[in-house]
């Protein structure tokens, strides 16, 4: 069973920085895909980035394209979501998941392709 636990969300000013972390244990033993998904108050959950187990691509949305960054840390089990330039529009509350057996070509993801979900962190951005 995999399971994700987030960590590192808070409060922020336009223009600024947070890192998102992702613990995990029990990672399928196939390929798989790592989704970065959020979801803004009073919208639904939709996927901004996609990496590949491979750790060779990434795939970003337009919205968060050049601002938002996903890394791995083998040694740690860890993925992490370092966002820059924060603007308040990104204002949600931020999920990775596992898409198990998936292979990204997009960051366009949808939430019914992810297997397994963290709980979550909730980012807000001030203007």
């Known amino acids: 069973e995999v399971q994700l636990v987030e960590s590192g969300g808070g409060l922020v000013q336009a223009g600024g920085s947070l890192r998102v972390s992702c613990a995990a244990s029990?990672?399928?033993?196939?390929?798989?895909?790592i989704g970065w998904f959020r979801q803004a108050p009073g919208k639904e959950r939709q996927g901004i980035s996609c990496?590949?187990?491979?750790?060779?691509?990434?795939y970003y949305v337009d919205s968060v394209k050049g601002r938002f960054t996903m890394s791995s840390d083998n040694t740690k089990n860890a993925v992490y979501l370092q966002m820059n330039n924060l603007k308040p529009e990104d204002t949600a509350v931020y999920y990775c998941?596992?898409?198990?057996?998936?292979?990204?070509?997009?960051?366009?993801?949808?939430?019914?392709?992810?297997?397994?979900w963290g709980k979550g962190a909730l980012v807000i951005v001030s203007s």
């Open positions: 029990g990672w399928p033993s196939a390929d798989y895909a």
């Open positions: 990496g590949n187990s491979d750790g060779e691509s990434t």
């Open positions: 998941a596992v898409l198990d057996g998936y292979h990204c070509v997009s960051g366009y993801l949808s939430p019914e392709e992810a297997d397994y």
